[in-house]
């Protein structure tokens, strides 16, 4: 039982280039979420699903992609990578986003990425 | 809207002193609040969620419906709970609400 597995774990990207972080679950959770951490800013939520072909937006959306075709997998996509998305990413899964009380959010280890 | 208010950024106590980290949430109704903890670079870990009323690693926190808060406390703090802790509340048709943390340190 791997959790909540993230690749890759660091990324250099130039200003404008394009690609996909990773997230995997194998706990058969329905809801996957995905955040940044910034110094001073906390955790805030991107996109997030609450099953397969189910996805919202968060609180700081714009720039990126998500899409879910299987219960497993979340990824998230930069579109055009740009310095302001220098951060930290973590992924995030749950049972359910409305009956958490038990169990919380499992996270990942999270992707550490640099645009330039 | 709902929010989760962490007022200390940094909180620094000297080892065997008490700590209390605090979180505050705005909005009506029965939230689920959870504490998480951060080591150095690592994963967000679940402490302690407020349904439970347990104590890990001697932590506690009590949820105060009158004040709205969740503090997380601990009697005699030790060297390795140095780490980022982060408040969230969940409201049910909402994803958690994450407060922006507070970093403790714990000075020998």
């Known amino acids: 039982n791997a959790g909540v597995t993230q690749t890759p774990k660091f990324q250099v990207l130039k200003t404008g280039q394009s690609m996909t972080l990773q997230c995997a679950q194998d706990?058969?959770?329905?809801?996957m979420s995905w955040y940044r951490q910034d110094p001073g800013m906390g955790l805030r939520l991107i996109h997030y699903?609450?099953?397969?072909?189910?996805?919202d937006q968060g609180e700081v959306p714009n720039g990126y992609n998500v899409s879910r075709s299987t219960t497993e997998d979340f990824p998230l996509r930069l579109l055009s990578a740009a310095p302001s998305q220098t951060s930290v990413y973590f992924c995030?899964?749950?049972?359910?986003?409305?009956?958490?009380?038990?169990?919380?959010?499992?996270f990942g280890s999270g992707t550490r990425l640099t645009v330039v | 809207a709902q929010r989760v208010t962490q007022p200390e950024k940094l909180l620094s106590v000297f080892k065997g002193a008490p700590v209390e980290l605090k979180c505050n949430y705005s909005?009506?109704?029965?939230?689920?609040l959870f504490w998480y903890v951060q080591y150095s670079r690592q994963r967000l870990q679940l402490l302690l969620r407020?349904?439970s009323r347990e104590s890990i690693k001697g932590f506690t926190a009590d949820l105060n419906k009158g004040e709205t808060s969740f503090h997380l406390k601990k009697p005699f703090a030790q060297e390795e709970d140095s780490a980022m802790y982060y408040c969230?509340?969940?409201?049910?048709?909402?994803?958690?609400?994450f407060g922006k943390g507070t970093r403790l340190s714990v000075i020998a």
């Open positions: 909005y009506s109704g029965s939230p689920e």
């Open positions: 699903s609450v099953g397969a072909g189910i996805t």
């Open positions: 995030a899964s749950s049972y359910s986003m409305n009956r958490v009380a038990n169990y919380g959010y499992t």
């Open positions: 969230a509340g969940g409201w049910g048709n909402t994803p958690l609400v």
């Open positions: 407020h349904i």
């Open positions: 706990m058969n959770h329905e809801y």
